[in-house]
């Protein structure tokens, strides 16, 4: 019997996890204006293609904000979630958790570093 509830729970979750998404998109669609197509944001994006307006080298440009998201964003929610566990882990584990936070904490300050000689 305790199987079943667990069953009929992830249904219950796969039925909400379909829903909600498809209603938010569907109430968009609904309340949206209708506004016509603008055929410059439409045309397709060809390397061969002649550009339209100026060009920048967006990789260089955000590289420093994302060496220092990494770090502050995806690896701090790691080590949160590491830190509830690390008694129950291996050693192993545990060690290469922390070289992942230090190699993080280098990318962080080569990233700020970029970000402070370009004066943004």
């Known amino acids: 019997m305790y199987l079943l509830y667990n069953y009929i729970a992830l249904v219950f979750f796969v039925i909400v996890a379909i829903f909600v998404p498809y209603s938010f998109l569907?109430?968009?669609k609904l309340l949206r204006r209708n506004i016509p197509a603008n055929p410059?944001?439409?045309?397709?994006?060809?390397?061969?293609?002649?550009?339209?307006?100026?060009?920048?080298?967006?990789?260089?440009?955000?590289l420093p904000f994302?060496?220092?998201f990494i770090p502050f964003?995806?690896?701090s929610m790691i080590l949160v979630f590491w830190s509830s566990s690390a008694r129950s882990i291996s050693?192993?584990?545990?060690?290469?958790?922390?070289?992942?936070?230090?190699?993080s904490l280098l990318f962080a300050l080569v990233g700020y570093k970029f970000i402070r000689g370009k004066n943004v």
């Open 66 to 68: 994302f060496l220092i």
């Open 91 to 103: 050693l192993n584990s545990n060690i290469l958790i922390i070289g992942l936070a230090v190699i």
């Open 26 to 28: 569907l109430t968009a």
């Open 40 to 62: 410059v944001k439409n045309a397709p994006y060809e390397s061969a293609a002649a550009t339209i307006g100026a060009n920048r080298d967006v990789i260089n440009d955000y």
């Open 73 to 75: 964003e995806v690896v």
